[in-house]
């Protein structure tokens, strides 16, 4: 503002001393567009106090933190649900295990007592995304290994991609509740199972 102020003061200046109409015009002009190259390299028009804002947002640096704090509370446990129970005919049942590095999933389809689909998925490598507003964190599976146990043994015989768990309520053991989502419907039976907030029945180790 103070240059603009200058600026005003020379063309009173100029104007004063009568000079020519032609020439008079052209410094006139020349004032104006100086002006405004000035006032443009101040204050940024898109923010009104004058500070300037990042181009890109960040994430709050606590998300990663307490996506890790999650992972770390349930390493080295097991976790397991059976639909409609455990003695049903058909049933359904799927264990969780976050024994490190990695984390798996084991999911059976029986009837009566003989095992008809029975397979494990494994990721050693995976995403976390937290969810302060819902408590609750997913797990993204990043290039899972598919193992088939029946029908017909297989490895990688089924290319995984979409797959991941939800958990609402880490830190909470009286509420910590399940969801297993399968978006690209690429696993075989028993899936689709849990796709529901599910209390799964944790699985107790002694030494």
Known sequence: MQAVRVLGAALGAVLAR???RSTA???VGLLVLS???LSSCGDDPTTPDG?????????????QGVA?????ELRDRSFRQFEPSRDGDPRRAVILEFFGPGIQVWAQYAEGEHAIDEWELTATDYRVEWDSRR????????NPRFVQTLPEPCEDCIKVTGFSISIRNPFDPARIAFRLNDPDRVLPT????FEDW????EDEYFD
């Open 18 to 20: 009568g000079i020519r």
């Open 25 to 27: 015009a052209a410094a």
């Open 35 to 37: 002006a405004v190259a």
């Open 51 to 63: 500070t300037s804002s990042p181009s890109t947002p960040s994430a709050p640096p606590a998300t």
């Open 68 to 72: 890790g704090d999650a992972i770390a």
């Open 135 to 142: 408590s609750q964190v997913t797990i993204h599976f990043v």
């Open 190 to 193: 028993p899936f689709p199972v």
């Open 198 to 201: 599910t209390r799964f029945s």
